[in-house]
C-alpha cells in the first residue's frame, strides 16, 4: 500500500485497483466508483473503492449498515531527504523499533488495511446489516471522493466510521476547514536592467507539518519573506522574478525559492549579508543561494509594488492569527483556531497565495470571510496598480456530533469490548466524517498512530501495536452493529 504512490495530484488509479483485488480476494463484492471534479493541475484518474459484505441492496430511502470510510490518496512527500527513517525513499516501507514508516502509513492507508483486516472475518457470518467498507479518493484536495459518494446516493449507510489518526481514541467533534487564496494580478512590462545584473536563487527550507498543527512545522516560504524583508532593511535593493513555494496548502510549506536581481556594487556585500543573516533568523530555518549574471537587457522584473504587497497581505494574516489566538478551547490541540500559510504560486501576470485556517465552532465561517475580505480591500488600496483579490476556495464543515449520539456511545462501549481506553476527543484536523455529519448521517472519527507531529510530515510512522488494536476495534464495532 505504501509503494504504491497516490498523492492526490497524480490520482490514485493504481491503488484503487490494488485496494479492489484485496476487497475481491477476501470475499468483497467490489466496485470501482470514478470520481470527476474540476481542479487544475490534478489527475483526473481518481477512483472511490467500494466492498460490500452482506445485502448489497442499497435502499434509498432506508438507512441501513456500517460504513467503514478511509481516504487512499496522500499529500506529497516533500524533500526526500527529510525521510531519514526509510533511506530517502518516503515509499520505502521500513519497520523499525516497532513502528512501520513510510508516506501514508498514519494518514490513512494502513488504517484501510486494518477494517480490510477485521471485515474479511466475518464474511461467513450472517449479518443483520451490511458492512461497507470504501476506500475514497482526494481527501487531501477538499474531500472530493466523499462528496462524490455521498451526492451519488451509491450508499446509504445508518453510522460511519471514518479512519484518520486519533490515537485509538475516537472524535466526535473537529474543526473546519476554510482554505482562502489571495490573487495578485499584474502587468509584466520587459524592461532594461538599469544595473540590476546579478541573479540570487534564493532557496529556502523547513520543516512540514499538518496545516491545522502549524506551530509544529517551520514555514519555508515565510521563512524566504522575512529573510529578504530583513535583506531590504539592510538597505538591499532586489528587481524579483520569480517566486515559488509549497505544494498543497493543508500542510506546512518546506521548501521555497525566490529569484532577485542585484546590483553588481551590492553583490559582494550580499554574500556576507547571506552568511550573517542565515544563521540569525532562527532554528530550523536554512537557505540557499545559487548565484549568476546577466547582460543589461531582456530580464522580465516583477512590479516593485509587488513584494510589499504579499508582505502585507501576509501580515494581515499573521493579525488575524494572532486574533485566533485570543479565543480559546483548551479541548482542542492547539486549543484555538489557526493559520497555515500554504502555498504561493505564481502564474502569468499573478501570483497566488492560499491561506489554511482552522475554525473552532465558536467562530462563524462567514463572520470571519467577512474580515478577511474587509482586510484584503484595505490593502487593494494601497496598491492601486495591482489587481488584489480574495475568495474563499473550500470549505469543510466542522463535526459537531455530541455524547449523546447513539453512534457515540456505540463506539465508546465498542472500545471497551476491544479493551482500549474509552478515550472520546475533539480533533484539529478537518475530516470526511463532516461531509456524512452535514448530509445527515452520524458519524465518529478513528485511527491507529498519532497525528500530532506525525500526519503531512517526513517520516510518518504507526506503530504495529495500533494497527492490531485497531482491528480489535473494528471487529468489535462491526459485532455490535452489523451481527
Known amino acids: 500500500m505504501i509503494r504504491i504512490n497516490s498523492e492526490t495530484q497524480r490520482g490514485n488509479e493504481e491503488l484503487a485497483n ?12 467490489a466496485q470501482l466508483q470514478q ?62 523499533d516497532g513502528r512501520i514508516y513510510g508516506l501514508g502509513a498514519v494518514d490513512a492507508k494502513l488504517d484501510f488495511l486494518c477494517k480490510v483486516h477485521a471485515a474479511a472475518r466475518f464474511r461467513e457470518r450472517k449479518l443483520k446489516m451490511p458492512i461497507y467498507l470504501v476506500g475514497t479518493c482526494g481527501e487531501e484536495m477538499g474531500m472530493f471522493g466523499a462528496r462524490y459518494l455521498i451526492k451519488s446516493q ?42 540590476f545584473n546579478r541573479r540570487v536563487d534564493l532557496h529556502s527550507f523547513g520543516k512540514s507539518s499538518h496545516g491545522s498543527q502549524p506551530h509544529l512545522g517551520v514555514n519555508a516560504i515565510q521563512a524566504a519573506l522575512d529573510f529578504l524583508r530583513l535583506a531590504a532593511e539592510r538597505g538591499f535593493e532586489f528587481r524579483f522574478t520569480r517566486m515559488d513555494g509549497g505544494d498543497a496548502v493543508n500542510k506546512v510549506p ?15 556585500d550580499f554574500k556576507r549579508f547571506f552568511r550573517e543573516a542565515s544563521k540569525a533568523l532562527g532554528e530550523g530555518r536554512n537557505f540557499r543561494v545559487e548565484l549568476g549574471g546577466i547582460g543589461d537587457t531582456g530580464v522580465r522584473f516583477l512590479p516593485d509594488t509587488l513584494f510589499p504587497c504579499i508582505r502585507d497581505v501576509t501580515d494581515f494574516f499573521g493579525t488575524v492569527a494572532g486574533d485566533f489566538a485570543k479565543v480559546r478551547d483548551e479541548t482542542y490541540e492547539p486549543p484555538h483556531s489557526t493559520v497555515s500559510f500554504g502555498t504561493l504560486k505564481q502564474g502569468l501576470g499573478s501570483v497566488a497565495l492560499h491561506f489554511d485556517l482552522r475554525l473552532l465552532p465558536e467562530l462563524l465561517p462567514e463572520e470571519i470571510e467577512r474580515h478577511i ?34 453512534l457515540v456511545k456505540i463506539s465508546h462501549e465498542a472500545l471497551e469490548r476491544a479493551g482500549l481506553d474509552p478515550i472520546l476527543r475533539k480533533k484539529s484536523a478537518s475530516t470526511e466524517a463532516a461531509q456524512y455529519f452535514q448530509a445527515g448521517y452520524e458519524a465518529v472519527v478513528f485511527g491507529p498512530g498519532i497525528s500530532r507531529g506525525n500526519s503531512h510530515s517526513p517520516n510518518e510512522c504507526n506503530p504495529l501495536e495500533h494497527l492490531e488494536k485497531a482491528i480489535q476495534f473494528y471487529e468489535k464495532l462491526i459485532e455490535m452493529v452489523c451481527t
Open 373 to 406: 475580505q474587509s482586510g484584503i480591500r484595505a490593502i487593494v488600496a494601497k496598491y492601486p496598480s495591482l489587481n488584489i483579490s480574495v475568495v474563499r476556495e473550500r470549505a469543510s464543515p466542522g463535526l459537531n456530533m455530541t455524547l449523546e449520539h447513539e
Open 18 to 29: 490494488y485496494a479492489f483485488s484485496l476487497l475481491q480476494e477476501r470475499g468483497f463484492k
Open 35 to 96: 470520481v470527476t471534479h474540476s481542479l487544475e493541475d490534478v489527475s483526473k484518474r481518481q477512483f472511490n473503492v467500494i466492498g460490500i459484505l452482506g445485502d448489497p441492496l442499497v435502499d434509498r430511502k432506508i438507512r441501513k449498515g456500517l460504513l467503514l470510510d478511509t481516504h487512499l490518496d496522500t499529500v506529497s512527500a516533500g524533500l526526500p531527504e527529510n525521510w531519514t527513517e526509510t533511506g530517502g525513499d518516503p515509499f520505502a516501507a521500513t519497520i523499525k
Open 154 to 195: 451509491a450508499l446509504n449507510p445508518k453510522f460511519v466510521m471514518v479512519g484518520e489518526p486519533s490515537g485509538l481514541g475516537v472524535v466526535y467533534a473537529h474543526k473546519c476547514l476554510n482554505v482562502f487564496r489571495v490573487n495578485i494580478g499584474y502587468q509584466q512590462i520587459e524592461r532594461d536592467a538599469r544595473g
Open 254 to 268: 518546506d521548501k521555497a525559492m525566490v529569484q532577485v536581481y542585484l546590483t553588481s556594487h551590492q553583490f559582494e
